[in-house]
Structure formats: C-alpha cells, structure tokens
C-alpha cells in the first residue's frame, strides 16, 4: 500500500496497493478503512492517484500500461481514462496545480532511463515546458499553495536534497542539505 492521496470532503483515501494481487493498482477507501473498493484493474501498475483540487471529480496517475510509465487522468470512480504525455520516455509524480488546469510532473524525455527532469502541462492542451535541465536528477514536484512555486527533490550528488523554485523554472534554491530528503508537500 503507497501513495495515500484523500478524496475531496472527507470523502476518504485514493491508494496504490497490491491487495488484488498482481501489479500494484488504484483503490478506494473510507477515512477508517472501510469500504475498500478497487478502482482500476489493468495487468500494469496503476500508482501515484492525485485529485484534481479544482473539479474534486477526476485525479492524475501513473500507469505502465503503455510498458514505460506514463501520466493519465481519470475520473475518481475510474471512468473517462485519457493518456496526457505522449508516452516517450518514464513520466512520474503527478502534482496538480492549485487551478487544477495544470500539472507538474517528473519526466525522462530527451534523457536516460532514470534521468528525471520537473516539467509543466496544461491538462487540456496537453502542452508542456520543461522548468529543470540536466541538474541532477529532478523529481518529485509539488506545487505551492499560491500556485508560483514548486518544492521538488533534487539529487545533484550523493544525496538527494529539497530544493525550490518559481513555477517558471527561476530562482532556483536548495533547502536541505543534511542526510537525504525526498518528497516535499507544502502545509496549507
């Protein structure tokens, strides 16, 4: 069981597990744990559901169904499925912007299998700007409450660091800097 996200209004928890057996997919359940429904039933991994802020109706997620990973959208109770990279290279870490029209998103695309750069989307044109190059290996975006800067996870060396930026890609800084530090959420 990874990646908890809650369902808008209390509504409960949106979750990877590998409870159904097989690949890891997408379930629902009550707050308390309750009523456990399975969301997605695909033979890939289906990982990493984030809810739409905006709509509270849909969510972003990772799918291996095209063989590498790639972002998709769906409705939360599973319908409506729309691809939205372009499936070349991994993409990951789905994050929706507080307007809930875009999204940040960790991808491999010009670059080696593992080799991670932050990218924005418009969900609804499907176009997207590359805000990281080459330094490191970027992951894990996470967009602030006031929709101008990204948290994300940096390793530009041994150790992977918490670094922050504005949503354009400027005025880079690093935050941490002892022991390893992956996967920031700002506190509303």
Avoid at 15 to 22: H, K, L, Q, R
Avoid at 30 to 58: M, Q, W
Avoid at 59 to 87: C, E, H, N, Y
Wanted: net charge positive.
């Amino acid at each position: 069981n990874a990646s908890a996200e809650f369902m808008p209004n209390g509504g409960g928890l949106l979750f990877s597990s590998t409870a159904g057996g097989g690949s890891a997919q997408i379930f629902a359940a009550g707050i308390d744990g309750s009523n456990v429904r399975r969301v997605t039933s695909t033979r890939s991994i289906e990982v990493e559901p984030r809810v739409n802020p905006r709509t509270n109706r849909d969510m972003a997620f990772v799918s291996g169904r095209l063989g590498r990973p790639q972002i998709f959208k769906m409705s939360i109770d599973g319908g409506d499925v729309d691809q939205l990279t372009p499936g070349d290279g991994e993409a990951v870490n789905p994050s929706w912007h507080p307007d809930g029209q875009k999204i940040a998103f960790a991808w491999t695309k010009g670059f080696s299998i593992g080799n991670f750069n932050i990218f924005v989307m418009d969900v609804a044109s499907k176009q997207f700007v590359q805000l990281t190059h080459g330094v490191g290996r970027n992951e894990n975006p996470h967009w602030a409450p006031d929709g101008l800067h990204l948290a994300f996870t940096s390793k530009r060396g041994a150790k992977s660091q918490i670094y922050v930026m504005l949503a354009d890609g400027t005025n880079v800084r690093q935050l941490t800097s002892d022991g390893n530090n992956e996967k920031p959420v700002w506190v509303k």
